[in-house]
C-alpha cells in the first residue's frame, strides 16, 4: 500500500505525473524529461523526487543507452 502523506511535496508531484502519464510497467517508461513536463516543475524537483522514490523502492530505475527510464513499482 503507498501512503502518500510519507512522502516529500516534490517526491508526491513526481508520483503523481508519472500516475498520469501511465508510467506503471516497464513497457511504459517515462525519462525524467517526460515527467517534468507533465508535472510543470524544474530539473532539480524531479531528480530529487525520484531519487526519494526509488529509495522507498516505489519506482524503478531502468538504465539505457540515452536516458534513464522510470515506472512506478508499487
Do not use: I
Given at each position: 500500500m503507498i501512503v502518500l502523506e510519507e512522502?516529500?511535496?516534490n517526491?508526491?508531484?513526481v508520483y503523481n505525473a508519472m500516475k498520469s502519464?501511465?508510467?506503471i510497467s516497464e513497457s511504459k517508461l517515462k525519462t525524467?524529461?517526460?515527467i517534468m513536463k507533465k508535472a510543470g516543475v524544474?530539473?532539480?524537483v524531479i531528480?530529487?523526487?525520484l531519487l526519494e522514490?526509488?529509495?522507498k523502492k516505489m519506482v524503478k530505475r531502468v538504465?539505457?543507452?540515452?536516458?534513464?527510464?522510470y515506472y512506478i513499482s508499487q
Open positions: 512522502l516529500s511535496a517526491a508526491e508531484k502519464l501511465g508510467a525524467a524529461d517526460d524544474g530539473k532539480s531528480n530529487a523526487g522514490l526509488t529509495n538504465a539505457r543507452q540515452k536516458s534513464a527510464g
